[in-house]
């Protein structure tokens, strides 16, 4: 079963803007990871954040994490076309260090 | 990830055959995974393997096995192909010891079309 799930399934903006693409789980987790796919390619890692985390920052990615509401968000600033591509969050819940990945959102960033 | 390697990158099969899928890497990492991607459906979790001697069946292990030659090799057979067995395939490993917690390196993907 999915533990994540990613909200849009779809998005599309324009160079320039920022997108935000959201994540619900069920399960309490030691820590939620983003990873992107460009298509057909291999998942990427971009950005771990801890349960006891709450926001967490790298470049133009700012990830954050609500553990009362079982969600987190990616908000990617200033999009540029190359960041065209599928979306995931994965959960650790720590029982057995695997992770669980949701369905993803794909982003499309016109120019 | 040129690090985590898979062969074939493309492959088409016909109904019942026996298929392997290869995976190796030069990380270090003592851990790895088999998962499968379907449109739509997101990973999921085949196989994973936390060392040489370590097995562990993932949410839909039915119908592959897995062989962890050393700790750089994984491989994943399909003993008996399928047409739904068609799919993208991902290799992935991770670093117990890192402190990294868990975050997982993807090879290029195994894209498999069973007729």
């Known amino acids: 079963s999915q533990q994540g799930e990613e909200d849009p399934q779809a998005l599309s903006i324009q160079e320039g803007e920022n997108a935000t693409m959201n994540c619900s789980y069920k399960?309490?987790?030691?820590?939620l990871q983003w990873y992107r796919q460009n298509s057909g390619r291999g998942l990427v890692h971009l950005i771990l954040?801890?349960?006891?985390?709450r926001e967490k920052h790298s470049g133009r990615l700012r990830v954050t994490l609500d553990t009362s509401k079982k969600s987190s968000s990616l908000l990617i600033t200033a999009s540029r076309a190359a960041d065209t591509a599928s979306y995931f969050c994965?959960?650790?819940?720590?029982?057995?260090?695997?992770?669980?990945f949701g369905k993803g959102t794909l982003l499309t960033v016109n120019p | 990830d040129a690090d985590v390697t898979q062969t074939p990158r493309n492959r088409i099969t016909k109904t019942g055959k026996r298929i392997m899928l290869e995976c190796s890497q030069t990380?270090?990492?003592?851990?790895m995974y088999w998962y499968r991607q379907d449109p739509g459906l997101g990973l999921r979790l085949i196989y994973y393997?936390?060392?040489?001697?370590?097995?562990n069946k993932g949410e839909i292990s039915d119908g592959y096995s897995v062989s962890r030659q050393a700790q750089a090799k994984f491989s994943l057979s399909l003993e008996s192909a399928i047409p739904n067995q068609t799919a993208l395939y991902f290799c992935?490993?991770?670093?117990?010891?890192?402190?990294?917690?868990?975050?997982?390196?993807f090879g290029p993907g195994t894209r498999l079309t069973v007729l």
């Open positions: 992935a490993t991770s670093d117990s010891t890192s402190g990294r917690e868990n975050e997982q390196f």
């Open positions: 954040i801890r349960s006891n985390e």
């Open positions: 393997s936390f060392d040489v001697k370590d097995i």
């Open positions: 994965a959960t650790d819940q720590g029982s057995n260090y695997k992770l669980t």
């Open positions: 990380k270090g990492h003592d851990r």
């Open positions: 399960t309490s987790i030691n820590n």
